[in-house]
């Protein structure tokens, strides 16, 4: 009974901290990410997460005609480079950041809807290292005002 | 709004371990000075063997357009004003039920972003209200507080400023609920601006294909919006709020399925470096007969009148 209730405790202590974790990682979001959109307006929509070394993470969005988008993909300072890719449902890549010298934003004009996917890679600084760094990562739409 | 696709005790290994060891990004009032802070906490080591297992995961997220981009859409594609579409106010007693407080919270939020978009402040005003109650309904702290309907009646002739605060309010309800662990929640909401949105459209074109091509456009295209959100519900099969809404998504589904969209040439883009500007262009047809038109009306008419009776 009593391993039972320490087990529940554990376990509820680490999931309480996991999401001040993310908790964190909003306050991150919303307090350095959001002011790169600039004069964009900011969609309302809440994308980051807690990504690691070699991790990869896609985001499926419809991008409409006759919007203007601004992506911000935004990382804390610990981690190394994070690049974005911007891939067609055919698997093609449309606009990839590594060869815009690793820009995190950037502008985005559709002359017809498409469905799209971000796709944000995070560097690893050593690939044989054991020890892997994580932290957090934001992806913001923003809409050009009128 | 993600799907995670990994080994269950691998991941719990990482959470405890990044539970540990995490602390993050947090920034406030001495923002840089919190934010070189938050960058040295927010590094961590984590075991080599738990790390190999993550690494197989993978993580997506399907992105919705949010109340503010569909009203934005609807806008722009030269829609006007008509109050009569908008749930009433007076509705909101109607809502006990955490499923209808965020479809509703959802409804609102688009009603709001719609009313903010033709300079109706005054109702802007009264659907924040509603949209607060709703959120303190399903216990969202501080996602709207007075200090919000205060500024916004502050703001009321300076629309970006307006539209800031929506944004703000929505960003704070969405990521409240996901992070809350209540991920069908937040989905709900998502889903309930995202109905509104369609019936405000569908409305707006009085039934008729030729009237206003743009907005036809808008609705059609919301097909790709539509496997969106089905593929946000399958993740959470087996909850009964999901199961109901995915059930409500696959009879819309049925009609959007014979609408065509396809694109008739490559999608290309080309970037303008200087002004880090890149457009994309494909060739596309899309079609839809005026009989699937009128039952897509029919039905957003039907699942809207359900999400707010």
């Known amino acids: 009974m009593l391993r039972k209730f320490r087990l529940i405790f554990l376990f509820s202590v680490f999931v309480f901290v996991a999401m001040q974790a993310d908790a964190q990682c909003f306050s991150y979001a919303r307090a350095v990410c959001k002011t790169e959109l600039g004069d964009f307006v900011h969609d309302g929509n809440y994308n980051a997460t807690i990504l690691s070394e070699g991790e990869t993470a896609e985001i499926y969005k419809t991008f409409f005609t006759g919007q203007e988008y601004r992506i911000v993909v935004c990382k804390v300072d610990s981690l190394p480079q994070v690049d974005f890719q911007i891939i067609d449902g055919k698997d093609k890549i449309l606009f990839d950041s590594k060869e815009h010298g690793g820009a995190n934003i950037w502008d985005f004009k559709l002359e017809t809807t498409q469905q799209l996917i971000i796709r944000v890679e995070v560097a690893e600084k050593d690939k044989t290292s054991n020890e892997k760094v994580s932290g957090c990562v934001s992806i913001m739409f923003g809409i050009k005002r009128e | ?309």
Do not use: H
């Open chain 2, 1 to 309: 709004m993600k799907k995670l696709l990994y080994n269950p005790v691998s991941i719990l290994v990482l959470i405890f371990s990044l539970a540990i060891y995490v602390s993050s990004c947090v920034t406030d009032s001495s923002q840089k000075k919190k934010e070189n802070e938050i960058n040295k906490q927010a590094a961590q080591k984590v075991n080599e063997k738990a790390m190999e297992e993550f690494n197989k995961s993978k993580l997506i997220f399907y992105s919705l357009p949010s109340p503010l981009e569909t009203a934005m859409l609807i806008k722009r594609a030269g829609a006007v004003y008509d109050e009569d579409l908008l749930n009433p106010t007076d509705n909101i007693n109607r809502y006990t039920t955490n499923l209808k407080m965020a479809l509703n919270l959802g409804i609102y939020s688009a009603d709001l972003s719609y009313t903010s978009l033709f300079d109706q402040t005054q109702r802007s005003v009264q659907y924040m209200s509603n949209a607060k109650k709703l959120a303190d309904g399903l216990g969202i702290l501080n996602a709207i507080d007075e200090n919000t309907i205060k500024k916004l009646e502050n703001n009321m002739n300076n629309r970006d400023m307006v539209l800031d605060i929506i944004s703000e309010t929505f960003m704070n309800s969405n990521a409240y609920l996901s992070e809350e662990n209540r991920p069908v929640m937040a989905v709900s909401v998502l889903i309930g601006g995202w109905i509104e949105g369609l019936y405000i459209a569908t409305k707006l074109t009085n039934g008729s294909l030729v009237n206003n091509k743009k907005l036809i456009e808008r609705i059609v295209y919301q097909k790709l919006s539509l496997y969106t959100v089905m593929n946000l519900l399958e993740e959470y099969k087996g909850n009964k709020d999901a199961d109901y809404l995915l059930g409500k998504m696959r009879e819309l589904k049925v009609i959007f399925d014979q609408v065509k969209i396809r694109n008739t040439s490559k999608v290309e883009a080309s970037t303008d470096e200087k002004n880090k500007v890149t457009t994309i262009k494909a060739d596309s047809e899309v079609d839809i007969s005026q009989e699937v038109f009128n039952k897509l009306l029919k039905k957003v008419d039907e699942i809207r009148t359900e999400f707010t009776s």
